[in-house]
C-alpha cells in the first residue's frame, strides 16, 4: 500500500526513471545516516556527480561520488552504473577510512560525513574565521 501511495501522489514516481533512481539513492542514503550527516553527504554528492551513477569527468572518475580511477569503483561494484546502493556503500566507506583520525591515544575514529563535508566545503571556528583545506580564508 505504501509503494502503490508514493507511486499515485509523490510527483518524482510520475516523472523520468531517473527522477524515480533519484528519489530511490536519496531515500536509501537517508536510511544509513543521522538526519545531519545526510545532508552533508547529499551536498557532496550532488556537487560531486549531481547525483548520477553515470557521470564521468576528464580526470577519469566516474559514479555518484566521482571514484577515481574508476576501476577502484568497478572491482567493488560491479554494476556501478546502476547499483546506487553499492555506490553509496562505497562512498560512505571511503569517507570512514579517509576523513578519520587517530587521537593522542591513538584509537582510530572514523571519518564521518562532517569531517567529509569540512575538507571539502571548509568550516566555522568557534571565533567565526572560514577555513578550507589550503589555509584560512
Given at each position: 500500500a ?8 509523490h ?23 543521522s ?7 547529499l ?9 548520477s ?31 546506487y546502493r553499492?555506490?553509496?556503500d ?5 569517507v ?22 569540512a ?19
Amino acid at each position: 500500500a505504501r509503494q502503490r501511495f508514493a507511486e499515485t501522489c509523490h510527483p518524482l514516481y510520475k516523472g523520468d526513471p531517473a527522477a524515480r533512481r533519484n528519489l530511490a539513492m536519496q531515500s536509501y542514503l537517508r536510511g544509513l545516516l543521522s538526519p545531519p550527516e545526510f545532508l552533508c553527504a547529499l551536498d557532496i554528492l550532488r556537487q560531486e556527480s549531481g547525483l548520477s551513477l553515470t557521470a564521468r569527468n576528464s580526470g577519469g572518475a566516474c559514479g555518484v561520488m566521482q571514484a577515481w580511477p574508476c576501476s577502484k569503483l568497478a572491482l567493488v561494484c560491479l554494476a556501478w552504473q546502476t547499483d546506487y546502493r553499492c555506490d553509496i556503500d562505497f562512498f560512505i566507506r571511503y569517507v570512514a577510512t579517509h576523513y578519520g583520525y587517530r587521537d593522542s591515544k591513538h584509537v582510530w575514529h572514523p571519518g564521518t560525513m562532517y569531517s567529509a563535508a569540512a575538507w571539502k566545503f571548509g568550516w566555522r571556528d568557534a571565533k567565526g574565521v572560514w577555513h578550507r583545506k589550503h589555509g584560512i580564508y
